[in-house]
């Protein structure tokens, strides 16, 4: 690392009122060591991607996200779309920091801009994920995760002062919430099997993950996924009960991993979402690093290019 520029959302997070005086102890961690720091907060939702874009044609090799996965993943797509070799970097500042978490990052931001200076950048494939807007089809980047039903459904209902206020509770608040409703809407789901197959199931949740390690209540989660990986571990809930949901979660969550029927976990690196009726589309969202997207159809794959990442 020779020339950094610290993106960073001055609006979000529950310590948002001393961003920026975190984010200037983080750059004197950098220039100590000798390297040539920026500080550039976002303008609005989206921005990252653009300032990304115009750093990396200024000449900066390392973009640093000091947010949560939505920063850095507004970041990624900078990178991808300018085709930079880059790396991207992540001081963990947001609600659920599952990257900083894959990555072992310390959630302290001075210990996190520390330890980045040991990290190397390595070549990670990112994941593609296209679904429909108001406009068409849209399509995304992303690095640890992307989700099409309940748990989008759980993003989309999440209130963002809820989250101000609360963080990574807030989810969990609202899973609660959505643990009361009888049932989900169901879809269809197309994978890629091994030797050139193609399943197909009816369910009402698919999350693909290629995180190893989890934060909070989800930290003794293993799905033997990782971003090293270049296909995911798919969780496919052939179900619309909520109570099934509950007692997955809580599985995955205690550590002992007890069999839930109708949950199945598969690996693959491409699938595709479809409607069951022709009236499902609007009430099936899709997610990828925390951020809601559009909707049904849906599909998921791995990017042929890679970008760099700062890893241990």
Known sequence: MKRILLLYNPLSGQKRTSRASVITKAADVFRSAGVQVEQSPTTHAGSAVEQTEQA????????????????????????????????????????????????????????????????????????????????????????????????????????????????????????????????????????????????????????????????????????????RHNHYRLLLFKTDRARHFVNYFASIASGFNWSVPNVKVVSSDWFRCTPLEARTPAKIHAECDGELLGRLPAEVGIAEKSFQLLMP
């Open 56 to 227: 990396v044609a200024a000449g900066f090799d390392t973009v640093i996200a000091c947010g949560g996965d939505g920063t850095a993943n507004e970041v990624v797509n900078g990178l991808m779309r300018s085709g930079s070799r880059a790396a991207l970097g992540v001081i963990p500042l947001g609600s659920g920091n599952l990257l900083a978490t894959d990555l072992r990052l310390p959630v302290n931001p001075v210990s996190a801009a520390q330890a980045l200076l040991r990290y190397s950048p390595s070549p990670i494939r990112p994941g593609t994920i296209t679904s429909q807007d108001d406009h068409g089809a849209q399509s995304r980047y992303f690095i640890v995760a992307a989700g099409v039903g309940a748990d989008a459904d759980l993003m989309y209902r999440t209130a963002v002062e809820v989250k101000e206020r609360w963080g990574r509770k807030a989810y969990f608040i609202e899973m609660a919430r959505m643990a009361l409703r009888p049932q989900f809407p169901m879809f269809q789901v197309e994978w890629a099997a091994g030797g050139g197959q193609h399943c197909r199931e009816k369910i009402a949740l698919v999350m693909a993950i290629r995180a190893e390690k989890f934060p909070g209540l989800l930290r003794r989660v293993r799905l033997g996924s990782s971003l």
